[in-house]
């Protein structure tokens, strides 16, 4: 985040300018929302803005609205990621961007008072089908969290634990050849090569989240979904974690959770913008930071809220 | 730049905070000096109770003896082949210590004098004898100069010559024989084995703690294998599968409950149930190792859960998001990184056991059982019931037993919370 703040400050106050003089354009056009605060605006949008859907989506969300106990977090949304694609979804604190991006694997299940309403397809599937077991959809739908959560256990056993327990793999010498693809291609390997036996905790920050990519692509999951990957880590760890992303973009498809719109601009295909818990627009990435189609969006890149 | 030196004026504000400043460092110090005053009170009194128990009990773990020439005549001891395990049984080695006794000390006359003679051996004596000489048969007809285990009377007196003299169960004559055997070196106090290896006795020369101990570590045995399983079993539920909902609030606010009932409640219940109604026999350890689980298991089940609850959510999380199933994630990542924790609170709810009387009391295992116990259906006692039954006794040296006793359990309680310690720093993982 910091290089964020750093690189923006001189360009944002001239884009203020600059758009602020679109502004007066863009509410005349659109003169219903003329004295409306965000909050209002965000509260009245019953449609996302933009391209939501796509040809050949992986992933297909359909109506989804969550609900802890009482509270809506997230509303009727409805978004298809597309296979190979980088999905990053961004918006201010708060917006549920997390909610939903747990909704993708289930993960919400472990969380009582959760409820998720509507549709959301993997490859066709529907993956809040009753019948449905979450332990291979897990295993097909990986995940990184916001903070680095390695096991209490060596490097190896870290990125070995889910082809082990999935049974992906039965000789150690096949084990040994996935821990070192995995650590590969997370670009940890070289680091980590000759203490493999040391425990994973021992690792710097930016270290324990590539081994925790790792251990999640050890598993080859179709989809990775990632909550805020680099928010606990410096900028040279972020641009190898954001090279990573790139390069995993080739094999899976990706859906990751940002608050810095730098890295969403560099490694996204399309960007989804959230907010209060409703989707407001989606499009070509460039498209999202360069001509936003909707005014909160605008609002959010330039840096006004959030 | 002004200068880092004091030239510069303070501000107002910067003046009432100095001002104020000694104050609170006062203040801070009185806060940190009633700290340590408590932790110094504490170990005054822990001081106290160990000078007070070790000064006591120290000479519990002595005995004393006499040195005796014996005479293994087959015709007084009427016992003809020393290899026949009958005779040996039954052999008359009374009459051989009378009648070594009456040789040393040839002064006493009148029966009167003779029956005050002859107690001042203890009838542990003759035990001895018999083993030495089922041992060893070529003895028989032999004479032969052995130290013979005195009489607590004699004990009790000849280890207080050296402080204040406790004379009150002796007579002159008494006294004047042992000074006697003092003169000739023929008195002497040696480590007592006796007490670690006997039963208990009325005989407070005789008496040992192993019957005790044996009981005790049966007992416990019942209860950890009973207590720490379940308790364990319990709080993984409570904490990773149950609802929650009013019932299980019902349960927790219930086994917080179970944990202050006073524990005799539980060997009321121990009665009730075990004996009365399952017609159990009294007095065995496994019974007093059930009462005793009822009783530590709310401890195991609630440290258990605060263990449970530590793993951190992010290991959870970590786990089920590579799918892993519930079941994989307790036992992979939960039951491991609370394992210590839940051992430490299982330690510390058998060392309260350890020391628990009043529930098997109820029962009856606070019972006079003189064999050691071999299994867990035996008639045993515990330590403290031991401690108990000898500090009511009247016999001058179970005062020292006594402490001898108490010493031997903060020993087994010691160990056990240095094990917990130990445990707790070998399994503790960083996370
Ligand atoms: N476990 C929970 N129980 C109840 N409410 C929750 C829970 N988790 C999130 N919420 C609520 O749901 C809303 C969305 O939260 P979410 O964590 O998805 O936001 P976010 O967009 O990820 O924010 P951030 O960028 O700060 O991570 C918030 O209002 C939050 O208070
Ligand atoms: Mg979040």
Redesign the pocket.
């Known amino acids: 985040m910091q290089d964020t703040v750093i690189e923006s400050k001189a360009p944002t106050a001239k884009a203020v300018q600059a758009e602020r003089t679109k502004k007066t354009t863009k509410t005349e056009s659109n003169a219903m929302n003329a004295k409306r605060s965000p909050t209002e605006i965000a509260e009245s949008i019953t449609e996302t803005v933009g391209k939501p859907l796509a040809q050949n989506a992986k992933l297909a969300m359909r109506d989804v609205n969550v609900y802890?106990?009482q509270?809506q977090?997230v509303f009727d949304v409805n978004l298809d990621i597309a296979e190979n694609q980088v999905v990053a979804l961004i918006?201010p604190?708060?917006?549920?961007?997390?909610?939903?991006l747990r909704c993708l694997n289930r993960m919400n299940d472990t969380?009582d008072?959760?409820r998720v309403a509507g549709s959301i397809q993997l490859d066709g599937m529907d993956i809040y089908d009753s019948k449905l077991d979450v332990v291979p959809l897990r295993a097909r739908v990986g995940m990184v969290f916001q903070k680095p959560n390695p096991f209490p256990k060596s490097i190896y056993d870290n990125v070995a634990y889910g082809p082990r327990i999935h049974g992906l793999v039965n000789r150690r010498a096949d084990l040994d050849e996935v821990v070192e693809s995995s650590l590969r291609k997370a670009g940890l390997w070289e680091e980590v090569k000759d203490r493999l036996e040391s425990p994973g905790t021992g690792l710097s920050g930016g270290q324990q989240q590539r081994l925790c990519i790792a251990r999640t692509i050890a598993v080859s999951p179709e989809v990775i979904l990632m909550d805020?990957p680099c928010s606990a880590l410096d900028p040279i760890a972020t641009a190898k974690i954001e090279e990573l992303i790139a390069e995993l973009s080739q094999n899976f498809t990706i859906a990751i959770?940002t608050?810095s719109m730098q890295q969403a601009a560099r490694v996204s295909h399309r960007t989804a913008y959230?907010h209060l818990?409703r989707l407001v627009e989606v499009n070509e990435t460039e498209k999202v930071f360069t001509n936003p189609d909707h005014e909160l969006t605008e609002a959010y890149i330039t840096g006004r809220f959030g | 730049m002004t200068s880092p030196n004091n030239s510069k004026p303070l501000s107002k504000q910067a003046a009432l905070v100095q001002k104020n400043l000694a104050k609170r460092y006062a203040s801070e110090r009185r806060f940190k000096a009633y700290g340590l005053a408590s932790v110094l009170f504490g170990l005054c009194a822990l001081l106290v109770l160990f000078v007070e128990i070790f000064g006591g009990g120290l000479g519990g773990f002595k005995t004393t003896q006499v040195a005796l020439t014996l005479e293994l005549d087959s015709d007084v001891l009427e016992v003809y082949d020393a290899t026949n395990p009958d005779e040996i049984l039954s052999g008359n080695y009374t009459g051989v210590i009378r009648n070594a006794l009456k040789e040393r000390f040839p002064d006493a006359a009148g029966r009167k004098e003779k029956r005050a003679l002859y107690s001042m051996i203890s009838v542990g004596a003759t035990y001895d004898l018999r083993d030495q000489l089922a041992k060893d048969p070529d003895l028989l007809d032999t004479s032969i100069d052995v130290w013979v285990l005195a009489d607590d009377d004699v004990d009790t007196y000849y280890k207080s010559l050296s402080s204040v003299p406790y004379a009150e169960r002796m007579s002159d004559k008494q006294q004047q024989w042992v000074q006697n055997l003092i003169d000739q070196q023929e008195i002497r106090t040696i480590f007592n084995t006796r007490f670690f290896t006997g039963g208990d006795s009325s005989e407070p020369e005789m008496a040992g703690i192993r019957g005790a101990i044996m009981g005790s570590l049966l007992t416990m045995m019942v209860t950890l294998l009973l207590s720490f399983p379940v308790g364990v079993a319990a709080a993984i539920y409570l904490e990773e599968y149950a609802p929650k909902n009013r019932l299980t609030d019902f349960v927790e606010v219930n086994i917080n409950n179970l944990a202050a009932v006073p524990s005799i409640i539980f060997g009321l219940l121990g009665l009730a149930i075990f004996i009365n109604l399952f017609e159990m026999p009294r007095s065995i350890p496994l019974v007093g190792g059930i009462v005793l689980t009822l009783m530590t298991l709310p401890t195991i089940i609630i440290s258990s859960r605060a263990a449970v609850k530590a793993v951190p959510p992010s290991i959870r999380e970590a786990a089920l998001g590579i799918g892993a199933s519930k079941m994989q994630m307790i036992l992979h990542h939960v039951l491991p990184l609370a394992m210590p924790g839940m051992l430490t609170g299982a330690i510390i709810g058998m060392a309260q056991a350890l020391g628990e009387t009043a529930p098997l009391l109820m029962i009856g295992m606070v019972a006079f059982i003189m064999d050691v116990p071999g299994a867990i259906n035996d008639p045993a006692t515990v330590m403290p019931v031991q401690i108990f039954l000898w500090s009511d006794s009247p016999e001058r040296a179970f005062v020292e037993k006594t402490s001898a006793a108490i010493m031997v359990l903060l020993m087994f309680l010691m160990f056990m919370n240095a094990m917990a310690v130990l445990l707790r720093k070998r399994l503790e993982r960083r996370w």
């Not at chain 1, 604190?93 to 939903?100: I, L, P, W």
């Open positions: 802890y106990d509270k977090a918006g604190s708060g917006c549920g961007k997390s909610t939903f969380i008072i959760c805020e959770v608050h959230f818990g």
